[in-house]
């Protein structure tokens, strides 16, 4: 009897754990309530924005470039076709957009960055989260996966920007493509310097104007003006503080670190990306084995601004995937 009454006891534990994943996942997704919240992740107050909750998809984190940027102009590019068919969650890094700055100034290491993806992961009630990075956002998206890949069900990496010895002299040579005999001959005296790279790098950013940083960024003058228009209306600043931290530390062993990586990977890239972001697509494209590489031939370092309808096309493509 005692035998029966065990088998009954294994029966009824198997029916009320067996669905309670299925059941988890319903209650994580519907836990999710679309409008801005503010979440406090390792002592910083973040800014988050959810949209599309009614999918209950795995949250689509959109974690914005820089280092130090945000993510007002991509919620009103890309963004709203996105919402449409997934999870999204905007989400700014510390002491960037409308989060809140850590009391150090110099807090903002990689991992430090990384283990606030991952405090937002669990705030968000969810054992899965897949990233859609641009920018620097997509090299903290691989850095995070790499660190977290039980946590990370697919990664969108537009333009991903490691700022590596190679992209420096990538954006070197984009400058020097698109820039006047007068840029051309700064450039020029720049690189006779006996400086480091690094120094070179940052005296020929110096030497570009507005209307130069927007042909390097854009192949569209006009998406272009369009960036900078709402950039203006959010009146959100990029303090430079992270990106200072960033290059300090920055051991440009990004494809290094992602060979192997199983995760199912979306690489996308403008094939005038003057920033390094086709360098490095194309570099990661060879070690990442679950992964595909999209070409952009109308844009650059931005495809989400310049193509925003193909953009959203192939990122909802990819995540309703099996």
């Known amino acids: 009897m005692k035998y029966v009454y065990s088998f009954l006891i294994l029966l009824v534990l198997l029916a009320c754990t067996k669905p309670q994943s299925k059941s988890t996942v319903k209650a994580n997704t519907a836990k999710l309530q679309d409008g801005e919240h503010y979440y406090t992740l390792n002592g910083v107050r973040h800014w988050v924005k959810i949209a599309g909750s009614e999918h209950h998809t795995t949250p689509l984190v959109i974690v914005h470039g820089g280092p130090g940027g945000n993510n007002y102009t991509f919620e009103r590019t890309a963004g709203p076709e996105l919402e449409k068919a997934a999870t999204i969650v905007y989400y ?7 989060s809140d700055a850590p009391q150090d100034p110099t807090d903002y ?17 969810t054992e899965k989260i897949s990233l859609l990075g641009y920018s620097f956002g997509a090299e903290l998206s691989l850095r995070y996966a790499i660190a977290h890949p039980t946590h990370t069900e697919k990664l969108i990496l537009s333009s991903p920007a490691e700022l590596s010895p190679a992209n420096m002299l990538v954006q070197i040579q984009g400058f020097y493509a698109i820039g006047d005999s007068s840029l051309r001959s700064g450039i020029e005296k720049v690189l006779k310097d006996t400086t480091t790279l690094q120094v070179k790098y940052g005296n020929v950013w110096n030497l ?4 130069i940083v927007d042909k390097f960024l854009f192949v569209s003058q006009e998406k272009a003006r369009l960036n900078r228009q709402l950039w203006q209306e959010s009146k959100l600043k990029n303090t430079g503080l992270m990106a200072k931290v960033y290059i300090q530390h920055n051991k440009a062993d990004l494809v290094q670190k992602a060979n192997g990586l199983q995760t199912p990977t979306l690489l996308i890239s403008g094939i005038y990306d003057k920033n390094g972001g086709l360098h490095t697509g194309l570099a990661l494209k060879q070690v990442l084995p679950n992964s595909s590489l999209n070409l952009y031939h109308n844009s650059a370092h931005f495809p989400d601004i310049e193509e925003p309808q193909r953009f959203a096309s192939d990122v909802k493509t990819f995540v309703s995937s099996k």
């Open 92 to 98: 700014e890094q510390r002491g960037c957009g409308r």
């Open 208 to 211: 570009a104007n507005t209307a």
């Open 109 to 125: 290491a990689m991992q430090t960055l990384i283990s606030d993806l991952d405090a937002l992961r669990d705030s968000l009630g």
